[in-house]
């Protein structure tokens, strides 16, 4: 029997700022609706107390101990003050380190089935030239990660946009996002997209979306789809959720690293750094443990999907 993915335990990690709080507020409300417990994750970064001299490392590890004890009776009180107000079940860890392995560690130590985290939002040259917890998370963990950023208040996800591309395992990434349709009876706005007005990649995207939808024509989800042909799938993704008044948008994040993108940055960084709606974003490292029965494919209305994509073709 196969068995659903479910949201039953989410890791929210925080550094204690609005940003983070704001993204816990968001956590809050699909742990209402899942059923699912939280668990509250602050990192304390050891660059900050890197000591100068091998003498000094007995007064670092202590300093270290000092600061870790007072986070978390501070911890301890606000979970159990969040808990309260909300009705969900909020607990608390701390540990030492780097934020972003630390956050991936434990999210696969203890089989944690979302991690959701709050992003500042980078502009300009900076955006691609330093990296941020936040990314190094999305590249690494081995669960969804949802990021909300900063002066976000979506908590519902009724209209959700997914991008579909070429290569991308869409059907295997759906069977992560049903939890978030399902709860918010939503609705999902298919992006094919394109980088030409090829046949060859038409078919592909196509073959793709038609599969995608008889999954979700098989579960009773609602849905529409559009195909674009871009140079940017980064912004014509951003342009199209906000047309749609989306209020999440589900990426497979895929940390290439292309020549191009040291300058462009990936359609990853992009769409995190700079949407300004919730992103959920899939690693293609992880793996579902059932494959999906797509049945038969009707190739007469697999062709009419085809010709009618073609009149639909958008730049």
Same mark, same amino acid.
């Given at each position: 029997m196969i068995k659903d993915f479910e949201i039953k335990k989410i890791l929210v990690a925080t550094d204690?700022? =609005?940003v983070a709080n704001n993204a816990l507020n968001t956590a809050i409300a699909i742990a209402k609706r899942q059923g699912a417990s939280i668990e509250l994750f602050h990192v304390i970064e050891v660059r900050h107390f890197l000591c100068a001299y091998p003498g000094e490392f007995m007064l670092c590890k202590n300093m270290t101990h000092e600061i870790k004890k007072g986070i978390e009776e501070s911890m301890g009180k606000f979970a159990k003050s969040k808990g309260a107000?909300?009705?969900?079940?909020?607990?608390?860890?701390?540990?030492?380190?780097?934020? @972003?392995?630390?956050?991936c560690r434990k999210a696969l130590d203890y089989n944690f089935d979302l991690i959701v985290i709050g992003t500042h939002g980078i502009s300009g040259a900076k955006e691609f030239f330093i990296g941020s917890n936040a990314f190094s998370i999305i590249k690494e963990a081995l669960c969804p990660v949802l990021s909300i950023p900063a002066n976000c208040s979506i908590t519902d996800f009724n209209k959700v946009a997914f991008p579909v591309r070429v290569h991308?395992?869409?059907?295997?990434?759906?069977y992560f996002i049903k939890p978030f349709l399902e709860k918010s009876h939503s609705q999902l706005l298919i992006l094919g997209l394109l980088h030409k007005d090829s046949k060859k990649e038409l078919i592909a995207v196509g073959d793709l979306v038609y599969k995608l939808k008889d999954e979700l024509h098989k579960d009773g989800f609602k849905y529409e789809s559009e195909n674009y042909i871009s140079q940017n799938f980064a912004e014509t993704v951003m342009q199209c959720a906000t047309g749609?008044?989306?209020?999440?948008?589900?990426?497979? @994040?895929?940390?290439?690293?292309?020549?191009?993108?040291?300058?462009?940055?990936?359609f990853t960084q992009q769409i995190v750094n700079r949407c300004k709606?919730?992103?959920?974003?899939?690693?293609?490292?992880?793996?579902?443990?059932?494959?999906?029965?797509?049945?038969?494919?009707?190739?007469?209305?697999?062709? =009419?999907?085809?010709?009618?994509?073609?009149?639909?073709?958008s730049y």
């Open positions: 204690f700022s =609005e107000d909300s009705g969900v079940e909020i607990t608390y860890s701390v540990a030492s380190g780097n934020v @972003s392995i630390e956050v991308l395992k869409i059907l295997e990434k759906y749609f008044n989306a209020d999440l948008v589900v990426i497979t @994040s895929n940390p290439e690293k292309q020549f191009k993108e040291f300058f462009t940055g990936t709606l919730p992103v959920l974003s899939i690693n293609p490292q992880i793996k579902r443990e059932v494959a999906f029965d797509t049945g038969s494919i009707n190739f007469a209305s697999l062709g =009419e999907y085809y010709i009618s994509s073609l009149n639909k073709l």
